[in-house]
């Protein structure tokens, strides 16, 4: 009995299993997104003339898409926001919009991202504000909280969250 046309095909089928390892471990891994804030606790300065608490709750997700692209979902996603300074001062937002993120496709490598629904954002030139509708903005993805805004444009309407908090 010829027992090497029976090993045939398992080698084969070890050897392919092998390559797939290799090959996932030798995949760079995916880029970082300037993502919209993600839940948790966060006290942020510099963005108002005050401290802020953001207490944020909800699921947080995002897929890398060809091109470059990644899109960030946050289903149930809310946060509370706190003035420091008079802590009577307290807003809660519902932001379970989406961003359409493509990276280092802005002028001077920002990324680009098209944000869609209720989305907060917290920009140290801006503010802290809720927006509402389709905006357009060049992100830099070096910070994880400050979305380092430029050129934002859209329609929608805008709440600025630092007067609300003051």
Same mark, same amino acid.
């Given at each position: 009995?010829?027992t090497?046309?029976?090993?045939?095909?398992?080698?084969?089928?070890?050897?392919?299993?092998?390559?797939?390892?290799?090959?996932?471990?030798v995949? *760079?891994?995916?880029?970082?997104?300037?993502?919209?804030? *993600?839940?948790?606790?966060?006290?942020v300065?510099?963005a108002?003339?005050?401290?802020?608490?953001?207490?944020?709750?909800?699921?947080?997700?995002?897929? $890398?898409?060809?091109?470059g692209?990644?899109?960030?979902?946050?289903?149930?996603?809310r946060?509370?926001?706190?003035?420091?300074?008079?802590p009577?001062?307290?807003?809660?937002?519902?932001?379970?919009?989406?961003?359409?993120?493509r990276?280092?496709?802005?002028?001077?490598?920002?990324?680009?991202?098209?944000?869609?629904?209720? !989305?907060?954002?917290?920009?140290?030139?801006?503010?802290?504000?809720?927006?509402?509708?389709?905006?357009?903005?060049?992100?830099?993805?070096?910070? *994880?909280?400050?979305? !380092?805004?430029?050129?934002? $444009?859209?329609?929608?309407?805008?709440?600025?969250?630092?007067?609300?908090?003051?």
């Amino acid at each position: 009995m010829d027992t090497t046309s029976h090993r045939t095909p398992i080698v084969c089928v070890l050897a392919g299993i092998l390559a797939l390892v290799v090959a996932l471990l030798v995949l *760079p891994e995916p880029a970082s997104a300037a993502p919209p804030i *993600p839940p948790g606790t966060y006290t942020v300065e510099g963005a108002c003339d005050f401290p802020v608490l953001i207490e944020a709750t909800g699921k947080y997700g995002s897929k $890398e898409l060809p091109g470059g692209r990644v899109l960030v979902i946050k289903p149930g996603f809310r946060a509370t926001l706190t003035n420091l300074e008079d802590p009577t001062h307290k807003v809660t937002y519902v932001a379970s919009g989406v961003w359409h993120q493509r990276e280092n496709f802005g002028p001077g490598g920002g990324d680009v991202v098209v944000a869609t629904g209720r !989305n907060l954002l917290v920009d140290p030139g801006f503010g802290i504000f809720l927006t509402i509708g389709r905006y357009t903005f060049i992100s830099d993805a070096s910070d *994880p909280i400050f979305a !380092n805004i430029t050129q934002l $444009e859209g329609h929608g309407r805008i709440i600025d969250v630092c007067a609300r908090l003051s």
